[in-house]
Nanobody, 122 residues
Framework: QVQLVESGGGLAQVGGSLRLSCAAS????????MGWLRQAPGKEREFVAGIMSSNGITYYTDSVKGRFTISRDNAKNTVYLQMNNLKPEDTAVYYC???????????????WGQGTQVTVSG
């Protein structure tokens, strides 16, 4: 089992920045792959970013490349999503997720946090 708790969501202006955090417990954090996914109003949940457990390689959906950065701190059992140059289209509930395998599709992730709201306006 992996328990995940997100924080850091809120309101940002267009072009602004936010950093989301996800605190993990349970299964050894360093041995699971971590990711961020989001769900906008009226839309299906979509993959945003992932980071591998062993080598820290990251991968992103095209719409956030160059703007978002995923990272992890194994000593703190925490994964982050730094979001820069925010756009209104980034407005969504953001979910932290964990997987034993390397995946992207929302249906394939094994564990989920409760979500944190990100709203971009201005």
């Amino acid at each position: 089992q992996v328990q995940l708790v997100e924080s850091g969501g809120g309101l940002a202006q267009v072009g602004g920045s936010l950093r989301l955090s996800c605190a993990a417990s349970g299964r050894t954090f360093s041995r699971v792959h971590m990711g961020w996914l989001r769900q906008a109003p009226g839309k299906e949940r979509e993959f945003v970013a992932g980071i591998m457990s062993s080598n820290g390689i990251t991968y992103y959906t095209d719409s956030v490349k160059g703007r978002f950065t995923i990272s992890r701190d194994n000593a703190k059992n925490t994964v982050y999503l730094q979001m820069n140059n925010l756009k209104p289209e980034d407005t969504a509930v953001y979910y932290c997720a964990a997987s034993i395998a390397v995946v992207t599709a929302p249906s394939l992730w094994d564990y989920w946090g409760q979500g944190t709201q990100v709203t971009v306006s201005g």
